[in-house]
Nanobody
Framework: QVQLVESGGGLVQPGGALRISCTASGITPNIVLYDMSWHRQISGKERELVASSHHRGGFTKYSDSVKGRFTISRDKNTIYLQMNSLKPEDTAVYFC?????????????????WGQGTQVTVSS
């Protein structure tokens, strides 16, 4: 079972920076994580995609609200989100998500797993 654990959230002042990380455990040789991403949920709103990273070619994608300020990076089964020039409206619970598949040779099974979330608060 693939499990995701986020860390690094906290309180930061407007204009400040913070890096959060997410590590996937339970990865066996027949498991491929082809996409890992960060999402956030602001209180009272739906969860939204912040940034994603595809394992082939390092393709990344960002939401318009964070483009130029946030950077997603990946090191094997860990993804990071470097957040710069933070604004109060970035305050949210940040979740990581992993999309992958288990290779059973004659078949495969796709999965989508979420972490438990980490709180990021931007306030003076």
């Amino acid at each position: 079972q693939v499990q995701l654990v986020e860390s690094g959230g906290g309180l930061v002042q407007p204009g400040g920076a913070l890096r959060i990380s997410c590590t996937a455990s339970g990865i066996t040789p027949n498991i491929v994580l082809y996409d890992m991403s960060w999402h956030r949920q602001i209180s009272g709103k739906e969860r939204e995609l912040v940034a994603s990273s595809h394992h082939r070619g390092g393709f990344t994608k960002y939401s318009d609200s964070v483009k130029g300020r946030f950077t997603i990076s990946r090191d094997k089964n860990t993804i990071y989100l470097q957040m710069n020039s933070l604004k109060p409206e970035d305050t949210a619970v940040y979740f990581c998500k992993a999309n992958g598949y288990i290779d059973y040779e004659v078949s495969y099974k796709q999965f989508e797993n979420w972490g438990q979330g980490t709180q990021v608060t931007v306030s003076s």
